[in-house]
Nanobody, 129 residues
């Protein structure tokens, strides 16, 4: 079965850290850019970060710059999102999505783009004291 599976979410206090994982099953991530998105209750899904398939180019939403880091380990067929200095407003369901090669869809169209090849099921992140 071809799918992306997110993990690593949970409950964390403000200022804490979490590392999310996006693992591919049934296919290799080597040729795909991976974007991270999040959706808070009552809000639209928004782009958080994206990494190209090969040259390591990354993109970050202004709200997470300096706090979140995206990385990929092609040997493990996994992309990570390290989230530090978490804030209550980071609370959301986090999703990863795959598109061919570069983050063009993520950069130009965001989460509404219909060209993503795979989506994960999401993992809940709750930042609360």
């Amino acid at each position: 079965q071809l799918q992306l599976v997110e993990s690593g979410g949970g409950l964390v206090q403000p200022g804490g850290s979490l590392r999310l994982s996006c693992a591919a099953s049934g296919f290799t991530l080597n040729d795909y850019a991976i974007g991270w998105f999040r959706q808070a209750p009552g809000k639209e899904r928004e782009g958080v970060s994206c990494v190209h398939s090969s040259d390591g180019t990354t993109y970050y939403a202004d709200s997470v710059k300096g706090r979140f880091t995206i990385s990929r380990d092609n040997a493990k067929n996994t992309v990570y999102l390290q989230m530090n200095s978490l804030k209550p407003e980071d609370t959301a369901v986090y999703y990863c999505a795959a598109e061919a090669l570069n983050c063009d869809g993520y950069y130009n169209y965001g989460s509404s783009w219909l060209g993503y090849d795979y989506w994960g099921q999401g993992t809940q992140v709750t930042v609360s004291s």
